[in-house]
């Protein structure tokens, strides 16, 4: 048993932290470097050069030094880090540390697996330490991850380097169970290391949490914390933080945009990017390949990977949750000689993390989702990193591909890629990614297909997997928006069902909906107009269908909005109304808005149910002469107060908007109390890479689907600003829909 410290022996421990901490003040106070500066343009002190105090006055400098002991570091962490054997610094933090240390806000990136981590916890340590934190000083550093595993490795890495320090620091991510328990303890922690939705849950539900004095705020993954999957939860974060307060954000493929910034308010901040003149952008140790793979092989291919790298550490990823289920379930009833595992948002969080620390451990493979994407450090060990499913952006590639070949170990990828995304091969190249293509030996080939066939005869629940495994999988391609990569027209389906093993290929709706609109238009076009206004219309139509999917997804869009979307002026619906092929689409029709269409671009129409330009309307009544004709100023009148109509419907809707959230939120702390909630729900909704469920579970709910939804809807959040940011579910939709209705009659 430990024996308690006298009070004289802790007297003198004050006195004697207190003058390490005016030394280090005034050493990095003198020695600061300039603002906008690269330290590691300096070169290293030379050997046996004093280190600290100099003589009376003057301290050594301690920019562009080389080792961690030649910084201004208090004891406790200098200790921290030699236990866990940091010696010298990486690049990132050679440049970044002398700037954070004297309190700048810092933009870093840096290669995956440089050691950006210790590039904020030693500045987190050092502020509090010099600010002497403790337990009644509350919340002192909050550090943002994306996901549950990245912020559990980050709470590791502070509990290493950070275990001489006195701070009290704590892990908060969802899916764990024990909430309320946190919530009594959650004010006494000084170091925060959260994913946005469960650090959000305590603002708003625990009543003595309050960050109103923290000092450090670190995004780490900053640019995925950035984008629109994290919007929301990040500007309600950021409202309740001080603005006086350090900023530091790091990322492999870090943001540049101004907007971003300026929600965090940055105070000129360091832009610090190491790698930026590197002529690679992913680790030098990493050997990439790139093969073409038709669909229907890539499972053949895959496994045909795994029975010749049994000896090796093998991360797989995938594109959907029910990918990696299936995928998982049917090799692992194959038996290939190696373990198997797999990682995804719908598993518990004790799962979860029990899965990635035995994968940490052994040779095996790990099927996974997006999930371990990004700032995973396996124990520097895997060997291979294997790309089934194409990544949707050479960010998200960099990100999956850093998985290996960290700090200075080597490693190996592999992308698979469809005939129809090689272009995703030349973006690859043109961002500095050094990729070799490989030609996939046939001959080597180990068929898998007859073996699922056989096996999903034999267990139909697997048959369902690969049911849903398939749909997904279409579904995930058919909302990406790099349309120029993916398109679900393109894919072998019949084929791609048959690999799987299925015996007939499921029915996709939102596939035969496509075809469907497709062949509509082929045949407006063979059908020849009869005039050439409509003929011209056509054209357009028929570039459509030659052009890009995005092209076509346009025209479908157009389809479901037919009603309201014809074009000022015209005085008819648009070709593509005139041709609407499908039911379902003329339903669906009703319910959707285009929140993009043009101001004064909605159809009237009049009593005998024609259609009438907006303009025409006051023209009509004031002047009985055509829209065209209309006053200039009235025309800007009529405008003017539709803005401001709008504008004060719009206000109306964000006060609703929020009172429902805040009684959602009341509903589900009240549900939860009950001991209502199931966790694997919970996941389901988040998809898991956040845990941005944990405030809002809802299962059903569209708008927090991102890439480890069971929907493998990866795009919605990630990419797609107008579902993810914009939030809107179908009755929100309708409601805003009459509300805009109602001030355009008004
Ligand atoms: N100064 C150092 N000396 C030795 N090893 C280091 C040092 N800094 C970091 N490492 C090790 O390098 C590995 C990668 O570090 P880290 O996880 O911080 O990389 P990262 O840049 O954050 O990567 P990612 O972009 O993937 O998140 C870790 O295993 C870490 O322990």
Redesign the pocket.
């Known amino acids: 048993m430990r024996r308690p410290k006298s009070k004289e022996f802790r007297k003198q421990q004050r006195i004697s932290e207190e003058s390490e901490i005016e030394l280090l003040k005034s050493w990095i106070e003198t020695q600061k470097p300039e603002s906008g500066s690269n330290p590691l343009s300096l070169p290293p002190l030379p050997k046996n050069a004093p280190v600290g105090r100099v003589d009376d006055t003057a301290f050594s400098r301690y920019a562009g030094v080389g080792r961690f002991e030649q910084l201004p570091l208090s004891k406790k962490t200098k200790d921290g880090l030699r236990a866990a054997k940091?010696?010298?610094?990486?690049e990132?933090?050679r440049a970044s540390l002398p700037h954070a240390l004297c309190g700048r806000d810092i933009l870093g990136a840096?290669?995956?697996?440089?050691?950006?981590?210790?590039a904020f916890i030693i500045p987190v340590l050092e502020k509090l330490y010099r600010e002497r934190w403790g337990p009644e000083d509350g919340v002192g550093s909050i550090i943002i991850s994306p996901t549950r595993e990245l912020a559990g490795q980050l709470f590791d890495v502070l509990k290493s380097v950070g275990k001489f320090h006195n701070f009290s620091a704590g892990l908060l991510i969802g899916g764990r169970k024990d909430v309320d328990m946190e919530k009594e303890r959650v004010h006494e922690l000084n170091i925060l290391i959260c994913t946005p939705g469960r650090l959000l849950q305590h603002m708003d539900e625990t009543p003595n949490f309050e960050c109103s004095q923290m000092q450090v705020l670190v995004l780490?993954?900053a640019d995925r914390i950035l984008d629109s999957g994290f919007k929301r939860e990040l500007n309600a974060i950021i409202s309740q933080l001080p603005k006086r307060r350090q900023t530091m954000l790091?990322?492999?493929t870090q943001t540049k945009s101004i907007q971003d910034l300026a929600r965090l308010s940055l105070k000129d901040p360091e832009y610090l990017s190491v790698h930026e003149e590197s002529v690679t952008a992913t680790p030098t140790l990493l050997k990439q390949i790139v093969m073409e793979v038709a669909l229907d092989q890539k499972l053949n291919m895959l496994w045909s990977f795994i029975k010749t790298h049994l000896q090796s550490k093998i991360l797989v990823f995938l594109s959907s949750c029910k990918q990696v289920k299936f995928v998982f379930e049917a090799f692992k009833k194959l038996h290939p000689g190696i373990p198997l595992k797999c990682l995804h948002g719908r598993m518990k969080q004790e799962r979860r993390m029990a899965i990635y620390s035995e994968f940490c451990e052994k040779r095996s493979v790990l099927f996974s989702t997006d999930v371990a994407a990004?700032?995973l450090?396996f124990n520097?060990a895997v060997d291979w990193v294997v790309q089934v499913d194409c990544p949707e952006s050479v960010a998200s590639y960099i990100?999956r591909v850093?998985r290996t070949a960290?700090?200075k170990s080597v490693g190996k990828s592999v992308l698979f890629l469809m005939p129809s995304e090689m272009q995703m091969f030349e973006k690859l190249k043109a961002a500095k990614v050094p990729v070799h293509y490989n030609k996939p030996k046939k001959e080597l080939v180990q068929p898998v297909s007859t073996l699922l066939a056989s096996l999903l005869v034999k267990y139909p629940d697997l048959q369902h997997r690969a049911q849903r495994a398939f749909v997904t999988y279409l579904r995930s391609i058919h909302i990406q928006k790099d349309k120029e990569i993916f398109d679900v027209m393109k894919l072998p389906i019949d084929a791609y069902s048959a690999s799987l093993g299925l015996p007939m290929t499921p029915k996709i709706r939102f596939l035969n909906q496509k075809i469907k609109s497709k062949a509509a238009l082929a045949k407006a076009i063979l059908d020849e107009p009869e005039n050439q206004e409509e003929k011209n219309g056509l054209e357009i139509s028929k570039k459509n269908l030659d052009s890009s999917d995005s092209e076509v997804e346009e025209t479908e869009n157009d389809l479901l909005l037919a009603a309201d979307n014809t074009k000022e002026g015209e005085g008819k619906a648009s070709e593509d109304t005139e041709i609407m092929p499908a039911t379902r689409i003329l339903k669906k029709k009703k319910l959707k808005i285009n929140v993009h269409r043009p101001l004064g671009t909605r159809v009237v129409f009049d009593d005998e149910g024609h259609t009438l330009p907006p303009l025409a309307r006051i023209a009509d009544t004031q002047s009985g002469k055509e829209s065209l004709l209309l006053d200039p100023e009235q025309k800007a009148e009529y405008y003017r107060k539709m803005r401001e109509d709008l504008k004060k419907a719009d206000k109306e809707d964000k006060l609703l908007e929020r009172q429902r959230r805040r009684e959602k939120r009341i509903k589900q702390k009240m549900k939860w109390k009950e001991g209502n909630m199931d966790e694997d729900d919970e996941d389901d909704v988040s998809g898991s890479e956040s845990d941005k469920a944990t405030a809002r579970p809802n299962k059903k709910s569209k708008v927090y689907f991102d890439s480890d939804s069971d929907d493998g809807e990866r795009n919605e959040v990630t990419g797609k600003g107008a579902i993810g940011a914009g939030s809107v579910s179908l009755e929100e939709q309708e409601a805003l829909a009459l509300k805009l209705l109602n001030s355009m009659h008004s």
Do not use: C, P
Request: zero cysteines.
């Open positions: 940091f010696v010298s610094m990486t990132i933090q840096a290669k995956t697996g440089s050691g950006k981590t210790l780490d993954e790091f990322s492999a990004r700032g450090d520097k990100h850093g960290r700090y």
